[in-house]
Each structure stands twice: as structure tokens, then as C-alpha cells.
């Protein structure tokens, strides 16, 4: 079994898509260990895996995401955080980070994040006196904001591998993600006077009230979603559906949505869709091997071996996860790690709503973190800035970002206040 890892590491190197690295490694995995022969119910197996109601939810929203990008929403985004704190000493790193919570709103993704606004803000930072390496990793950090703040994608994705409630999990997400974008305009606040960065009032700033309405279709979505769920009056996958038609009805009020638009979101929709897809399907034959060998009742004797309970498990799960993120893309890490160590966190006694944003927000961490950091890398390649100069000058942001982490899996109330303020059972 030794020449698995050696097989991983070879493919990963020659730059094999992951999902055909983990279908292969898991076929080799059957016949070294002598289990050919439930290769055939490998197709049984997948549909299993990926039957899941709560993941018919992902597709739509990705949908939503698409249009809404399409239809021109960025700029209507930044114009209304730009007449909120555009006036303050660092007011254009105030308003990356604003921008980013409301962008939140609507692609749940961090690498859709910093693709869409890593063009708008670094170029524009630079030009009122910003040092671009700093204005690339505010923006590349703010991102960090999008999968937290609902809908989220990789809530969804623990969700359906958990069971736990993806409605408590877009409700929990809510505060933790306000704390994050708090955190982060505190440090740029601090940098800004340090740094003595511009700010004031200035002629050219958007007035409150006609940005506000600009934006509000945008606005409104993410309190349609959210809303929908917490009165009880949809699902989260008949949410979604919702979501898609406010978004059409949406981009008609910005630039209008032509046919062809429609035609290249549905398009890229199925792109990522199929692609997330068949990593879970992949990950889903090593998960069934690996239950057939007992590797999960050997990790929690190893884990028990430690002995290790309820919040010092919880926070060698963290240690265990940031690894992770530095490595691994962030859907990867949650269907490959989710099933090896949830089901013992959850034996002892920590809820799964705070579970998962913890562990969903610490593997988001990743994306700002080197060496394989996936929002330090868009930003990068679309300003053409130093991925490792970039990557030193984000430092700051992460420090704060993992001491906030700390600070929501120590205090579970965080995350669960509001589900149960919303009447989610999440005890």
C-alpha cells in the first residue's frame, strides 16, 4: 500500500486533473488490497454518494452567480460601498473589502470573488497612491468573505456529506462572515495610518441614495435567499430556483441579458458544476474502500491514542485542515477529509452546524495561504503581480483570519446564535 502515496504524488506532479488522480489511485488502492471485486458496484456507489438532495442546490446557484456577473453587477457594487466609507483614510481598501461582502451575496465562491474585482480594485488602488502588492492582497483576502456569507457552495457540499442542515448553515454563516469583513477594515485601518494611505471627501465619490438603488436588485438577493429559508418558506435547493429567477429578472435591470449570455452562464454553470461533481464521485470510491478496510475505526484510534476531546479535537482538527488548505483546493479537502474526521467530532458532542463553518472557514483560509493559495494565484496571473511577493504582503490578513478562526471554534455561540434566533435546531 506503500506505492499509493508515491502513485498520488507522481500524478500530481505530471499536473493530472485531480478527479482522475483520485479515480485512479482508488482503482490501483482495490487491487493492492485485494478488493477487485467490488470494483463493480463502483457505479452503484457513486450514485449513492452524489443522490443528494441538498446538492441540486449547487448547480442553480452557480446559475444565479453567472447571470448576475453577467449582467454587469460589479459596478453598481462598488459604487454604493465607495458613497458608504469611500471617504474614510483608506477608504478604496474599506470599500474592496464592502464590495466583497456584498459580492458575497451573490457567487458564494472566494475565486469568483477575486477574478471579478482583482481588475477593478488593484488597478484603481494604485492609481489614487496605493502600493499595488497591497491593493492585490486586500482584495485577494476580502475574498475570502464570498463562501462564507450565504449562499455558500461549500456549505452545501458539507451539507450533503454530513446531513447537517445547509439552512442552519447559511444562517450561521451570516455573523462569522460580517466578523471577518470587521477584521479585516480594522487591520486596513490601522495600515492605512501607518502608511499614511489616501482618504477624505472627495468630488467624484457616487451620492448614498442613487447608488443605493442602483444596487438594490443585488442587494436584495442574498435577503431573498436567506429569507426564503429562515420564514420557512422554501428549501435551500427550491431557494436556489427562486434565486435564478430574481437573478434574470435582475439583469435585466442593469444591462440587460441578451441570449447569448444566458447561453455562456448555463454553459459555465455546467463547467464547474460537472467538474465539482466528479471529484465527489472519485473521492466517493476511495471513501468506500476505505470503509471496507476499517481506515476510519483505525483514525479514530489514532485520534483517541492523543487523547483528545471535545474543543482540543476541534482544534486539532483546525491544525489538520489549515495543512489541508495550503495544498488542496477547497471542495477536495471537504469530501476527502469530511468523512475520515466529522463522524468522530460529531461522537463527541460538537455540534455540526458549528462544525461546519468552522472547518469550511479554516479550509478557505488556504486560498490566501501559500504555496498553492487559488485566490493569490487569480489575483496574480489577471494583474500580473509576484505570486510570492504577493503572498508575504497577504501575511497580515491571514493572521488576522486564523485568529478569528480560533475565535469562533472557542466560542460555538458565534456561529449558532442566529440559527437559533431564526428557530433552527441546532442543539
Known amino acids: 500500500m506503500w506505492l499509493l502515496p508515491v502513485l498520488f504524488v507522481l500524478l500530481l ?23 477487485a471485486q467490488f470494483l463493480s458496484v463502483m457505479p452503484q456507489r457513486i450514485f449513492a454518494q452524489l443522490d443528494v438532495f441538498a446538492f441540486m442546490a449547487m448547480p442553480l446557484f452557480i446559475l444565479t452567480a453567472e447571470i448576475m456577473t453577467r449582467a454587469g453587477v460589479t459596478r453598481s ?30 457567487s458564494g465562491s472566494a475565486i469568483a470573488d477575486s477574478a471579478a474585482l482583482s481588475r477593478t480594485f488593484v488597478p ?21 468573505i464570498g463562501p462564507i456569507i450565504p449562499p455558500s457552495i461549500i456549505m452545501i457540499i458539507y451539507g450533503g456529506l454530513t446531513g447537517a442542515s445547509v439552512a442552519a448553515l447559511f444562517t450561521a454563516g451570516v455573523i462569522p462572515g460580517v466578523l471577518l469583513a470587521l477584521s479585516l477594515m ?67 435591470f442593469y444591462t440587460g441579458l ?58 486539532f482538527l ?47 483560509v488556504g486560498l490566501i495561504t501559500p504555496p498553492l493559495g487559488k485566490c493569490l494565484v487569480v489575483v496574480s496571473a489577471l494583474t500580473n503581480l509576484n505570486y510570492w511577493r504577493l503572498a508575504y504582503t497577504a501575511l497580515p490578513f491571514v493572521a488576522v483570519q486564523v485568529l478569528l478562526l480560533f475565535a469562533l471554534a472557542y466560542w460555538p455561540e458565534l456561529c449558532l446564535w442566529l440559527p437559533r434566533l431564526a428557530g433552527f435546531s441546532v442543539d
Request: neutral net charge; contains cysteine.
Open 77 to 106: 457594487l462598488i459604487d454604493f460601498a465607495l458613497s458608504i466609507v469611500g471617504r474614510l483614510r483608506g477608504g478604496l481598501g474599506h470599500v474592496n473589502i464592502l464590495t466583497s461582502v456584498f459580492f458575497a451575496g451573490i
Open 258 to 315: 441578451s441570449r447569448g449570455m444566458i447561453l455562456d452562464a448555463l454553459e459555465a454553470t455546467a463547467r464547474l458544476t460537472g467538474t465539482i461533481f466528479i471529484i465527489l464521485a472519485a473521492i466517493s470510491i476511495l471513501g468506500f474502500l476505505a470503509g471496507q478496510l476499517g481506515w476510519s475505526e483505525a483514525l479514530a484510534g489514532w485520534v483517541a491514542s492523543f487523547g483528545l476531546t471535545g474543543t482540543k479535537y476541534l482544534f
Open 186 to 252: 480594522a487591520l486596513n485601518a490601522v495600515i492605512a495610518r501607518v502608511r499614511n494611505h489616501p482618504g477624505g471627501p472627495s468630488p467624484d465619490l457616487p451620492r448614498f441614495w442613487p447608488s443605493l438603488l442602483r444596487a438594490a436588485p443585488a442587494l436584495l438577493l442574498p435577503v431573498v435567499i436567506l429569507g426564503s429559508l429562515v420564514l420557512g418558506l422554501a428549501t435551500p435547493t427550491e431557494g436556489s430556483a427562486v434565486a435564478v429567477l430574481f437573478a434574470l429578472i435582475a439583469g435585466q
Open 124 to 144: 484603481e488602488m494604485e492609481e489614487r497612491g496605493y502600493d499595488r502588492y497591497y491593493a492585490g492582497a486586500i482584495t485577494a483576502a476580502s475574498s475570502m
Open 13 to 35: 506532479i505530471s499536473g493530472t486533473a485531480f478527479a482522475y488522480l483520485m479515480g485512479a489511485v482508488s482503482v490501483f488502492a482495490f487491487l493492492l488490497a485485494g478488493k
Open 318 to 364: 483546525l491544525c489538520i485542515f489549515l495543512v489541508a488548505g495550503m495544498f488542496m483546493d477547497t471542495p477536495v479537502a471537504l469530501t476527502l477529509l469530511i468523512p475520515l474526521f466529522a463522524p468522530q467530532a460529531l461522537e463527541q458532542g460538537i455540534n455540526p452546524t458549528h462544525l461546519g463553518i468552522v472547518l469550511c472557514f479554516n479550509l478557505c
